[in-house]
């Protein structure tokens, strides 16, 4: 058992230090933190009901898992191939897109929830 506690205490670290790279390393992380901090403000201060707030925190979620994918892809590309070639442009802007996409989904999901609540 202890066994186990330690390997998911050394996952919870990699995925923090994998975060932290995130923060430091992507300016776009950067405007997503401040996203988040926005939108958790705004629910809060117009009390989102608890099925939307999981829309809201689900929409978000998603935001940062692509980014955080994009920002894998794009370490590892730069790593295997530090030349520039036409297949790795395309493969990141693929992942770029991936994060705009999510982007643009949560911000319908805020739009929508925005029209029921309004401002504080």
Do not use: I, S
Request: net charge positive; with cysteine; hydrophobic share 60%.
């Amino acid at each position: 058992m202890w066994h186990e506690l330690r390997r998911l205490g050394r996952a919870f670290g990699y995925a923090g230090r994998g975060l932290r790279y995130m923060w430091r390393t992507q300016p776009n992380a950067r405007w997503h933190g401040l996203a988040t901090v926005g939108v958790a403000l705004w629910a809060w201060a117009v009390r989102v009901q608890p099925r939307d707030a999981a829309l809201l925190a689900l929409a978000v979620g998603l935001v940062w898992a692509a980014e955080a994918l994009n920002t894998a892809l794009e370490a590892l590309a730069d790593r295997c191939a530090p030349e520039p070639h036409p297949l790795v442009a395309a493969a990141k802007d693929a992942a770029a897109a991936g994060v705009l996409l999510a982007a643009l989904a949560a911000l319908v999901v805020g739009v929508a929830l925005w029209r029921v609540y309004g401002w504080p």
